[in-house]
C-alpha cells in the first residue's frame, strides 16, 4: 500500500507546488517499480519452481510408462493364448488334453503421478508461462489421463471373465457355449488392450520428446490382429 503525505511546511509559490508535486510522481514511480519487480521475481520463482517438479514428474512417469509398455505386451500375449485355446476347444469340446487345458487372466494397473502438474494449476504458475508452454504441459498430462482412464475398461474386463468362468463352472468340463462366452469376453478385452497399448505409447512418445526438448506431432494407430 502507498502513502501519500501532505508538504510539512507551506507551498510559497507555483514552483513549491511543481517541486512538491514531482517529488511525490517521482516517488510514486520508484514505489510502483520496486513493486513490479518483486511481484515479476515472483512470477519467475513459481514459474521456475513449477518447471523443476513437472520435469522430475515427467521424467518419473517417462520410467513408468515403459514398464506400463512392457505388461500390456504380455496381457496382449496372454488373451491371444487364451483365445486360442478356448477356439480349440469350442471346436473339440470332448479333446480330454484341452480340457485340462488352463486360462490366465492378469491386469496390473499403472498409475501416474500428477501432483507437480495439480500444483502448477492451483497455484497459477501456468499463467506465467507462455502460452506454448503450458499447452505442452497440459498435451503431456492430457495423453496421460487418457491413458489411466482406458485401464478401467480393463479392470471391468477382468472381472467379467472371471464371472463367466465361475457361471459356467470351468472346474468341471468346458461345455462348447461356455467356451463361447468367455471367447466373447476375450475379444472385447483384446480390443481395449490394443486401446490401452496405443495410448500408453503415444504418452511414451510425448514424455521422452518433452525430455529430449523436442516436439511430438505423430498419433499411433494399431488394427486388431486376427
Given amino acids: 500500500m502507498l502513502d501519500v503525505h501532505s508538504p510539512h511546511h507551506r507551498l510559497e509559490g507555483f514552483r513549491d507546488f511543481l ?12 514505489a510502483v517499480g520496486i513493486e513490479g519487480c518483486v511481484e515479476r521475481h515472483h512470477e519467475h520463482n ?7 517438479t513437472l520435469h522430475r514428474e515427467i521424467e518419473s512417469n517417462s520410467k513408468q510408462m515403459t514398464d506400463a509398455l512392457a505388461g ?13 485355446f478356448l477356439t480349440r476347444l469350442r471346436k473339440n469340446p470332448n479333446d480330454k488334453s484341452l480340457q485340462k487345458g488352463s486360462l490366465t487372466a492378469n491386469f496390473s494397473f499403472t498409475r501416474l503421478d500428477d501432483t507437480a502438474w495439480k500444483t502448477a494449476q492451483a497455484t497459477g504458475a501456468l499463467g506465467f508461462m507462455p502460452y506454448e508452454e503450458a499447452n505442452k504441459y497440459s498435451n503431456i498430462y492430457g495423453a496421460q489421463n ?15 471373465f472371471f464371472g463367466i468362468i465361475q457361471k459356467e463352472d470351468f472346474d468341471k468340463e468346458i461345455t462348447a457355449e461356455g467356451a463361447s462366452a468367455v471367447l466373447e469376453r476375450l475379444g ?3 480390443g481395449h488392450l490394443l486401446m490401452v497399448d496405443a495410448l500408453a505409447k ?14 511430438v506431432t505423430e498419433h499411433f494407430h494399431e488394427e486388431l490382429k486376427k
Fill in 19 to 30: 517541486i512538491h508535486l514531482l517529488t511525490i510522481t517521482v516517488g510514486l514511480l520508484i
Fill in 202 to 215: 503415444d504418452s511414451a512418445a510425448i514424455d521422452k520428446a518433452f525430455l529430449a526438448g523436442k516436439d
Fill in 46 to 52: 513459481l514459474a521456475r519452481d513449477a518447471r523443476e
Fill in 72 to 84: 500390456t505386451d504380455k496381457n496382449q500375449t496372454l488373451v491371444k493364448d487364451d483365445i486360442d
Fill in 146 to 160: 487418457q491413458f489411466e482412464a482406458s485401464q478401467e475398461k480393463i479392470a471391468e474386463d477382468v472381472a467379467q
Fill in 188 to 190: 472385447i478385452m483384446q
